[in-house]
């Protein structure tokens, strides 16, 4: 081998030692630092679905334990369940009528909206507390709202045990201002 030969030879194997070594750094670096640094972020989604006759929602019960809410158009029925922690099985039910409240005695064929949202009602100290979120439900021809939430006891639910039971009515608001008729 020439001596040209010799230091190219050489010149190459040093790139190769001090290249690897630099890679080695830089994926070192880049492991230990995020290329970009986010604060931690706490995402809670809820879902919601209907039909002509019926909607559901989901919504946070309690920290990691969500109610599944029903509405039932025909009957005016909202339900919520809620499954158990030790065995899989609804270990909650919660029901209420919002057809009184909502004032559809006279429509024949309400139009429900239904969604949930978290809430941060005072507690109290009692057993029985109100949910991390509450469930809206509107009726779209009377223009009237309602919100509604569940008496939760989160001692009885970590204990296995079943709880059922009513709703409570949180408050009721009109969004439209005055009833609107079809005109003849």
Known sequence: MTNRNQRVAFGAAVGLVVGG???ALVTTILRETPALALPELQVHAT???GNDNFAIA???VDDGVEALYSL???TGDLRAVVVSRRRPAFA???RHNVAADLGTGGVKNPQYLMVTGQVDISRGSGAS???ASAVYVVEATTGQCAAYAVP???ALHSAGKPQQGGMIKIDQASLRPALI???P
């Open 21 to 23: 070594l630099a890679g």
């Open 47 to 49: 879902a919601t679905q």
């Open 58 to 60: 989901t919504g946070l």
């Open 72 to 74: 039932d158009f025909t």
């Open 92 to 94: 909650a039910s919660f």
């Open 129 to 131: 507390q109100v949910a």
């Open 152 to 154: 939760w006891n989160s």
């Open 181 to 183: 008729r079809d005109e």
